[in-house]
């Protein structure tokens, strides 16, 4: 079993950063995906990246590179999302996901990963 535990979200305003810790307990390997996720209000569960827990192989969702940067601290067991220059439609809640084994191509689709963290809220105000 996995735990993952979100933290770091909050209120900020436009062009102002946050970084985002999930926290992960339990048996996680090399090879493990980990990814974060953000659902708005109305809004399906959408993909925002993806690292390997060795932190290589790095994806991210278009509208989000250049701004946000995914990174792991194995010794800490945890995984980073650092935002810059956040924008109003980037307000979600956050979600951190991981997965043991993602097949090729398949790694921004929530149903590929088994574990959830609760989420943690990011407002952006203009």
């Known amino acids: 079993q996995v735990q993952l535990v979100e933290s770091g979200g909050g209120l900020v305003q436009a062009g102002g950063s946050l970084r985002l810790s999930c926290a992960a307990s339990?048996?996680?390997?090399?090879?493990?995906?980990m990814g974060w996720f953000r659902q708005a209000p109305g809004k399906e569960r959408e993909f925002v990246g993806a690292?390997?827990?060795?932190?290589?192989?790095?994806s991210y969702q278009d509208s989000v590179k250049g701004r946000f940067t995914i990174s792991t601290d194995n010794a800490k067991n945890t995984v980073y999302l650092q935002m810059n220059s956040l924008k109003p439609e980037d307000t979600a809640v956050y979600y951190c996901?991981?997965?043991?084994?993602?097949?090729?191509?398949?790694?921004?689709?929530?149903?590929?990963?088994?574990?959830w963290g609760q989420g943690t809220q990011v407002t952006v105000s203009s």
């Open positions: 690292t390997s827990w060795r932190g290589d192989q790095l």
């Open positions: 996901a991981a997965a043991p084994f993602v097949l090729p191509g398949t790694g921004s689709r929530p149903q590929s990963y088994g574990y």
């Open positions: 339990g048996r996680i390997f090399n090879s493990y995906t």
